[in-house]
């Protein structure tokens, strides 16, 4: 393919006005089956607008699981994803609606979905610890260190020992 040609892209070989492929034009750059294909394909004959979609969610939206859904596969495919800096966006509703839920102690860990449902598994899903407190899946669990270690708060912070998730958030928020 010559050089000009190597940027070329799909819409490039669509006529849009017509809702057509623009034939002499693929059959002049195609090898003939190749060509042939091509021409076989069907153009949609409503073009949607463009949209942003996330493409770790099946419906394309983002939410909060979904992100921590992406942050897990990532996290067992490899561990360097959390070497890039974290920012926190403590103004976004699902910030504050952790907070709220935290401060209730109504965080959905499996220590306290235990509570509610008896003979539920109360170990850590992601490293198998007996008891899953708010504290121990925020704070302490392996996967939550490593993503603290790989944010921009001051790495003593994180250091301490608190002795719940309520307290960190209010030493964080004084």
Partial sequence: MPPSLSELKVCDLTDFDNMRWKEAMIQELFVPCDAEVILGIPLCASWPNDKLVWHYSA????S??????MIVHFAHQSVGIFREPFRPLTSHPCIKMFC????????????NLAKRVSSFNMACAMCGHPKESDTHAVLECPLAISIWEGSDFEPTFWAKRFRSLRDCLGSTCT
């Fill in 100 to 111: 709220w839920r935290v401060s209730r102690g109504i965080l959905s860990s499996n220590g």
């Fill in 59 to 62: 419906d394309g939206a983002f």
């Fill in 64 to 69: 909060v699981r979904s992100a921590y859904c």
